[in-house]
């Protein structure tokens, strides 16, 4: 049996097919369909990843940042369904995608700290509560989208140190004009917005920066998820480049609210490849 793993987020949609034992991982760009049409989706799936891909394929599993809802999942089906004609195709949510990478059958709070931030109480088969992540303009706490939003706010309103100023100005495009463009013009606002909320990966040890991450993950654990049922009594496990990049951070922050910090999971393709594999090896 072939399967073909989608883990897709607001940046890229990395694809995972695993055949005989054998695994190949091709890249497209990000397919939200929010940002994304069926037809939009469909000409990146043919264009960009079926040439790579040879083998006949039993199921897809694609997991997708946007596809919170019976609508939006139908638009990527529709797009799976044109390019994939003789295999299953299931759609979900990116949330249902880290849960399982997360904690594959085991109850917990999963988190996702990426461009975006998110977060569920799972119960080792679905998500059972989810406190809504509001997007970068009014929440993502703790996500590059945050802290970009974060940062760049903070520099038109005078608030950073000047060795910190001119490194940024130094190193990104901090004129008013193009940063409105990029808000207002742009067809991925939260990325670009994002993109800014590096410069802090590169400034971890500066005083400001550190209160500043300090209180974007404070606000994460605190107004998030502190307020999940329970939330004391499960672990608390986190995917995304920033959690993993922070983890020592944030674990430290966890255990100070008597929360139970589990693994930072970098990149959750690989432990969804082990999930759905033993899921194949239990149906056979």
Known sequence: MS????????????????????????????????????DSITKVI???????????????????????????????????DACFTDSDNYVYHDLLGA?????????????????????????GEKIVEHIPSLAFILGDEGSAGYFGKKLINKYFRFEIPDDLKKDLEENYNMS????????YDGDQKSRFVASYGSFLGNHSDHPF????????????????VMNYSNAQDYEVR?????????????TGILQEHNLKPGIFVKNPMERLVTFHTDSALQKS
Not at 211 to 224: D, N, P, V, Y
């Open 176 to 183: 008013l004009d193009h940063i409105t463009k990029g808000l």
């Open 3 to 38: 399967i073909l793993i989608a883990d897709s987020g607001a940046t890229k949609t990395e694809w995972c097919l695993v055949a005989e034992n054998e695994t190949q991982t091709h890249f497209t760009e990000g397919l939200n369909p929010y940002y994304h049409t069926t």
């Open 46 to 80: 043919r264009q960009d990843l079926l040439p790579e891909i040879e083998e006949q394929i039993d199921e897809v599993f694609f997991y997708g940042a946007g596809c919170d809802s019976d609508e939006k999942d139908q638009e990527v089906r529709e797009a799976l």
């Open 238 to 250: 986190f995917i995304g480049s920033v959690a993993f990049a922070y983890q020592d951070l944030i």
């Open 99 to 123: 849960a399982r990478a997360c904690f594959w059958n085991e109850s917990g709070i999963a988190c996702i700290l990426g461009t975006g931030s998110n977060s569920c109480l799972y119960d």
């Open 209 to 224: 920066v550190q209160k500043m991450l300090r209180e974007g993950f404070e606000s994460f654990i605190t107004r998030i």
